[in-house]
């Protein structure tokens, strides 16, 4: 039997919980008050992911820097490996908000997205 502390952060409630998993392989809960909150525990700890969100750089933007975000969730393990690849990315304008920037990021099967526009700069 393994007894694991998580938080859950897919609400501002942030419910502290224990996810047990028996030596059948199957789980139990304590803590979480709903539904998600349990999902998100044994996901936790079977494959965790997150979303992406950073900047990449611009070379002719009228900001030097373009907010991204992924269009869905990343595996934890290979989070930094995504970081890396785009803070090594050089973008040019323009750009528009929704525009892929990266297709299949690292063979992720995760898109990332231009979180706004992005004007040449004059
Ligand atoms: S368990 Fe439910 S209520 Fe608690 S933080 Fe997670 S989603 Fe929110």
């Given amino acids: 039997m393994e ?5 859950c952060i897919v609400c501002p409630k942030s419910c502290k919980g224990e996810l047990i998993v028996k030596d059948n392989n199957e789980f139990e809960t304590s803590g979480y008050i709903c539904k998600r909150g349990i999902e ?13 969100t950073t900047t ?12 991204v975000v992924s269009d869905n969730e990343v ?3 290979k989070l930094f490996a995504c970081l890396n690849y785009l803070y090594s990315t050089k973008l040019e304008a323009p750009i528009k908000e929704g525009d ?6 690292l063979n992720t ?5 231009a979180a706004r526009d992005m ?3 004059s």
């Fill in 100 to 105: 892929i920037i990266v297709a299949n990021i």
């Fill in 40 to 52: 998100y525990a044994i996901n936790e700890y079977r494959s965790p992911k997150r979303m992406l």
């Fill in 75 to 77: 595996d934890k393990d």
């Fill in 109 to 113: 099967g995760v898109n990332i997205i």
């Fill in 119 to 121: 004007k040449i700069k």
């Fill in 56 to 67: 990449v750089k611009m070379l002719n933007g009228t900001f030097s820097n373009l907010p």
């Fill in 3 to 7: 007894k694991i502390s998580y938080t």
